[in-house]
């Protein structure tokens, strides 16, 4: 009688993935960013996502943190922290210039 393989529908990967707060989009990095934005720009700063590599988020920082000597630290403790609690798949946050 042959292959009875099933082709019954699974939900689509992307719809799940963009509706997984915990995936790692653009759409759930931006939202992350969103809470610390207030106290970046509190500081006269701010932070754009410049690209998603695999696991590595590559972000800019604007105006004030750009060129603060306490951007690293802002970068690593502040942003690198928060994406990764909300969004597990995240290895690593990398300043680009």
């Not at 009688?1 to 799940?16: I, K, N, V």
């Not at 934005?37 to 750009?66: H, S, W």
């Not at 603060?68 to 995240?90: D, F, H, N, Q, Y």
């Given at each position: ?35 610390l ?28 943190c ?32």
């Amino acid at each position: 009688m042959g292959d009875t393989t099933s082709t019954a529908s699974t939900p689509d990967t992307a719809a799940t993935e963009a509706s997984d707060p915990r995936a790692l989009t653009i759409e759930n990095v931006e939202r992350t960013l969103d809470e610390l934005r207030p106290y970046l720009m509190a500081d006269g700063g701010n932070v754009e996502v410049v690209e998603i590599d695999g696991p590595i988020v590559k972000v800019r920082l604007q105006g004030a943190c750009g060129s603060c000597p306490s951007s690293t630290m802002t970068l690593k403790m502040g942003i690198e922290r928060k994406l990764r609690e909300a969004i597990p798949e995240v290895s690593e946050v990398v300043q680009v210039l």
